[in-house]
Nanobody, 124 residues
């Protein structure tokens, strides 16, 4: 079965950090660029970061630039999203998605493979 599985979400205080993981099973992740998205209640899904196949090129939404870092370890078939200086407005369900390109597209929503999402809540 081909799937992506996110993990690492949770409850964190404002200013705190979390690292999300996106692990692939049933297929090789290094054939895909990867995007991280989030969706808060009542809001549209937003692309927050993406990374190309080799890991040498990344893109970020303005809302997370300088606070979030996307990376990948193709040997572990996993992509990460390090989130620092978290704010209450970062609260959302975070998803990863595989893009069939070499270079990533920040808001590409046509991926065949999506994870089930992991909840991130930033609150005091």
């Amino acid at each position: 079965q081909l799937q992506l599985v996110e993990s690492g979400g949770g409850l964190v205080q404002p200013g705190g950090s979390l690292r999300l993981s996106c692990a692939a099973s049933g297929f090789t992740l290094d054939y895909y660029a990867i995007g991280w998205f989030r969706q808060a209640p009542g809001k549209e899904r937003e692309g927050v970061a993406c990374i190309n196949r080799s890991g040498g090129s990344t893109k970020y939404a303005d809302s997370v630039k300088g606070r979030f870092t996307i990376s990948r370890d193709n040997a572990k078939n996993t992509v990460y999203l390090q989130m620092n200086s978290l704010k209450p407005e970062d609260t959302a369900i975070y998803y990863c998605a595989a893009q069939p390109f070499y270079f990533c597209v920040l808001n590409y929503a046509g991926s065949d493979y999506w994870g089930q999402g992991t909840q991130v809540t930033v609150s005091s």
